[in-house]
C-alpha cells in the first residue's frame, strides 16, 4: 500500500491488515491493507464527515458512504457516487475502526483536507 500519511485506528490489531485512512487536498482515501483487490475509495470531506457522523451515532441519515455486512462476515465499504469501487474487511477489523472513530481518531483528516482543498 503506497501513499503517505495512512493512519488505522489504535484499536486494530499489530500488523497492518485493517482500515487505512488517508487525505489528499479535498479528498479522504479508504482501504483496507489486506483487501485483496486493492480498492481504494476516494470521498469528498463532506461524504467522509457524514460517515464518521453515522459511526458516532451523531445523525441518524444515511451517508453517502454505503456499508453492508454479509452473513458470512465481510464488511463491505462503497461510495454511491462510484458504485464498483468496493473496499471489502472483515467485522473484526470493522469493529476497531468504528472504535477509533468513535474515540475521535479520524477527525483531523477532514480539517487536513478541506486545507489542502483550500490552498
Do not use: N
Amino acid at each position: 500500500m503506497s501513499t503517505s500519511a495512512w493512519q488505522k485506528s489504535s484499536y486494530c490489531g499489530e500488523g497492518e491488515a485493517c482500515i487505512h485512512i488517508a487525505a489528499a487536498p479535498g479528498t479522504i482515501h479508504i482501504t483496507e491493507s489486506a483487501d485483496p483487490s486493492g480498492a481504494i475509495l476516494t470521498a469528498t470531506p463532506a461524504d467522509f464527515g457524514a460517515l464518521l457522523a453515522v459511526l458516532k451515532k451523531q445523525t441518524h441519515r444515511a451517508a453517502p458512504i454505503e456499508v453492508t455486512v454479509g452473513e458470512e462476515g465481510t464488511v463491505r465499504l462503497r461510495e454511491t457516487s462510484t458504485p464498483d469501487t468496493v473496499v471489502t474487511t472483515d467485522r473484526r477489523k470493522w469493529k476497531a475502526f468504528v472504535l477509533g472513530v468513535q474515540a475521535g481518531e479520524f477527525d483531523h483528516f477532514l480539517e487536513r483536507a478541506v486545507k489542502g482543498a483550500a490552498a
